[in-house]
């Protein structure tokens, strides 16, 4: 009897067993025997210059046993922290060093100074807080428009006026002749807001010296272990196999915990001068300090019409705010990454955009969730909407005109879109979310004195992350298949969904099936995740390594049942003697006992191919004049990320993107006072993350049109619901605003800025 297809399957994840049973293992369970506590001193200052540190107090505090500073990190000759981001700007990128610990000047609040070990998490604390350190305060600048004026206080003296970078794409002049051909042109300025990833689980890591083998454990809350572990061995200038990485169970991690941060240097560090273990955890507090921000971008953008609302052309002029330094990937947020998703799903003949990278005296900037895709499809959508009240053509339509309706298509900044039913799934949207019966619900919210609005927008995310990706796939001696892959889970459900594929592919049980992932002694090769790769990259690889595995397995077969391996067939795990009246066959469990590792295999994927996830969203909300509170009251995404896994996970995913992008709409917003320097969200105090009471039932209703970009036909969605949301949510508030008259209002929707625009007051 054949086993039942797993791909396709809503089946529970695996892992959530242990972890609600609090098995779970994260940094902070890992038990590093002698292990010692490292706490970081950061700037309080965001601007200053270090006149002086003296550490002789802390340094003689009980149970201390050193205490780091920069001189400490120019006598071991570590190098700065990297940014490998490849950008092709106009001019080369500026990259200040970013030492471990700050030399001389310190550029942003919680900037790292010292470092402190000792025997206990308390010792270390308090040995932190004797250190003295002499301040110098300098003028700051957050804004990243304002870091780009001629009077803005100066940074770095390798980055005049500020600039790290300038970036251009598209064609120029083909957008300037479609806007003097144009009937109608629509621009706004716009806001896309600085957040914080905000994981549950705060970075931590263990770092472990082995002086017999002259070589480094680091056991972090990571997203891409190999790629960690290379920068880590550029500033430590040792090769990158004397530094073995592992990532247990992550809590999270949203694009923040691919990087490497100082903390993780300085642990190393310590634990290879004092021949014990560094155990360093961040407070929530401390998160919000040192861990990358993401978003913080200015836009002037324009949208180009004729007589008949058909797109001619867009652009953009954007000022990223990149912060104090540039992060590990953080210039490509803002360049490579929106400059594939540019103009969204429509059909645009000419599109342009231009960016200025600003530092300031602030958190620095990298891939948050999404990582440009949201920003750029903020820009088109927010146009859209604007041009469709210009025109007078309803905003169903207006779009309808110009979405991409055949296929391949390529668009105008080089990208080849393969499949989608972007207008079908618009009335989908239109037709599940009810915008028929809009008219009836906003008389009855009118009638109890609220303000009602509905907002419908679309999304195009390009997924791919790092191109190729490596697997593995290993029969072990209990029995279990081992899959090896170089992607990584740090919440998404791997342990269940790659079984899925693998268990329909080799006809093996589901449960007979284990991952191996994110550690750098297992996995030989990998980008980790970033990019809604996973499935995508993940996937073709692992099965380009199962066809290896059939392969192997269909020649020992052969030889072991004295048959040609054309004669060979297979199905639920054995080849069988096809035609043979004695039914002779042996299963690949079988085959693996019998020859030790003879049928394994792995593969390097050179998969470099792209894919679009995609869809329509529709949200309604409720706005109480009297207060300016906006509640989230209905919302409805119909969405496409191809062929589905698992359904049940694949929705779950987007729910979870969906609450991150509602919150950067209406709640979330990391605010620095503009005077001073200081971070004034710097706690959930004052950072507000969307509760389960901000949230309606969120409606996802998934289409699947498979991509041939990757066998499995997935998409990715991993990112979708932060890309998406954004736009949805403002829409519905600009709508309910407008018969106030108010055209424009900036993310996040707070109460105070809801009810100031509503009396003038903005």
């Keep these: 009897m054949t086993a039942p297809m797993q791909r ?26 002698g292990a010692l506590h490292g706490v970081m001193l950061r700037s309080p200052h965001a601007h200053a210059r270090i006149v002086a540190i003296d550490p002789t107090a802390a340094r003689a505090m009980p149970g201390v046993h050193a205490v780091l500073t920069a001189t400490e990190l120019r006598a071991e000759g570590l190098h700065p922290l990297p940014c490998v981001a490849k950008v092709a700007t106009l001019a080369p990128l500026v990259i200040p060093p970013r030492p471990a610990l700050a030399e001389r000047v310190v550029r942003h609040v919680g900037d790292p100074v010292a470092f402190v070990v000792a025997e206990t998490l308390p010792q270390a604390r308090d040995a932190a807080e004797a250190i003295m350190v002499d301040y110098e305060t300098l003028p700051a600048v957050t804004d990243g428009a304002a870091a780009l004026r001629p009077d803005a206080p100066q940074i770095w003296d390798q980055a005049p006026g500020n600039l790290a970078f300038r970036f251009q794409k598209g064609d120029a002049a083909a957008v300037a002749a479609a806007f003097a051909r144009a009937v109608t042109i629509v621009s706004l300025d716009l806001v896309n807001n600085r957040v914080t990833a905000a994981p549950i689980e705060p970075r931590a890591a263990v770092a472990t010296w082995h002086a017999e083998t002259q070589s480094f454990l680091l056991q972090v809350t990571g997203q891409g272990v190999h790629a960690m572990r290379d920068q880590l061995a550029t500033v430590f200038g040792i090769a990158p196999d004397r530094i073995r990485v592992v990532a247990p ?16 240097v300085l642990a190393m560090l310590a634990a290879r001068r004092l021949g014990r273990p560094v155990l360093w955890v961040s407070e929530r507090t401390e998160d919000f300090l040192s861990t990358a921000h993401g978003r913080d971008n200015r836009t002037h953008a324009e949208l180009a019409l004729d007589s008949e609302g058909r797109f001619l052309a867009l652009r953009a002029e954007t000022v990223a705010n990149m912060g104090a330094y540039l992060s590990g990937s953080g210039p490509g947020s803002s360049t490579n990454s929106p400059g594939t998703a540019m103009g969204g799903l429509y059909d645009i003949p000419a599109v342009f955009m231009d960016v200025r990278g600003a530092f300031t005296n602030t958190v620095p900037i990298d891939a948050y969730r999404g990582a440009g895709k949201p920003e750029a499809n903020y820009i088109i959508e ?23 309706a055949s296929f391949p298509h390529r668009t105008a900044m080089g990208m080849t879109i393969d ?20 008219a009836a619900r906003r008389a009855a919210s009118e009638a109890r004195g609220m303000l009602r609005g509905l907002g419908l927008a679309c999304f195009m995310e390009t997924s791919r992350g790092a191109p190729g990706e490596w697997a593995a796939v290993r029969f072990e001696p209990d029995g279990k298949v081992a899959l090896a892959l170089g992607t990584q889970s740090n919440g998404q459900g791997h342990e269940t969904s790659f079984p899925q594929v693998a268990a329909d592919l080799l006809g093996l049980p589901v449960e007979g099936f284990r991952l191996v992932q994110a550690d750098t002694r297992d996995v030989a090769r990998g980008h980790g995740h970033g990019g809604a790769r996973s499935l995508h990259m993940g996937g073709e690889a692992m099965v380009r390594a199962i066809d290896a595995v059939l392969a192997k397995a269909r020649a020992l077969a ?15 795990g054995r080849f069988s003697v096809a035609e ?59 969405d496409d990320y191809g062929r589905l896994v698992n359904p049940m996970l694949t929705i779950g995913q987007v729910q979870g993107g969906l609450a991150q992008g509602i919150g950067q709409a209406m709640l979330e917003e990391v605010a620095y006072d503009a005077e001073s320097g200081q971070i004034l969200t710097a706690s959930l105090m004052d950072y507000c993350l969307p509760r389960a009471e901000d949230l ?3 409606d996802v209703t998934c289409v699947e049109v498979p991509t041939t970009s990757n066998r499995l036909g997935a998409k990715g969605s991993g990112q979708a619901g932060c890309i998406g949301a954004p736009q949805t949510l403002m829409h519905a508030v600009l709508d309910a605003l407008a018969p106030l008259g108010i055209e424009a209002i900036d993310m996040p929707v707070t109460p105070n800025k809801v009810w100031a625009a509503i009396r003038g007051r903005a």
């Excluded at 927010?382 to 991409?404: K, M, S």
């Excluded at 499949?419 to 809009?438: K, T, Y």
């Design 580 to 638: 043979d009246p004695a039914g002779r066959g042996v299963g690949l469990l079988d085959l693996a006992r019998e020859a030790p590792g003879a049928i394994d295999a792995e593969v390097d994927s050179d998969l470099d191919l792209v894919t679009f996830p995609n869809g329509c969203q529709v949200a309604e909300v409720e706005i109480d004049p009297e207060t300016g509170l906006v509640r989230l009251d209905r919302y409805t995404a119909i």
């Design 696 to 698: 309606p039932p969120l």
């Design 382 to 404: 927010r146009l859209v909407d604007l041009a469709a009240r210009r025109t007078g053509i309803d905003a169903v339509e207006l779009r309808r005109r110009n979405l991409i």
């Design 558 to 572: 052969a030889q072991m049942l004295q048959a040609p391996e054309a004669a060979l067939s297979f199905a639920d």
């Design 249 to 264: 169970d992550v809590g999270g991690g949203f694009g923040a915990k691919n990087f490497i941060f100082p903390d993780y």
């Design 419 to 438: 499949c989608g039913e972007f207008r079908a799934n618009l009335d989908r949207a239109a037709a599940a979310a009810d915008i028929a019966g809009f």
């Design 8 to 33: 396709g399957l809503s089946r529970r994840r695996v892992e959530d067993d242990r972890f609600l049973r609090g098995l779970g293992r994260f940094v902070e369970d890992i038990a590093a025997p």
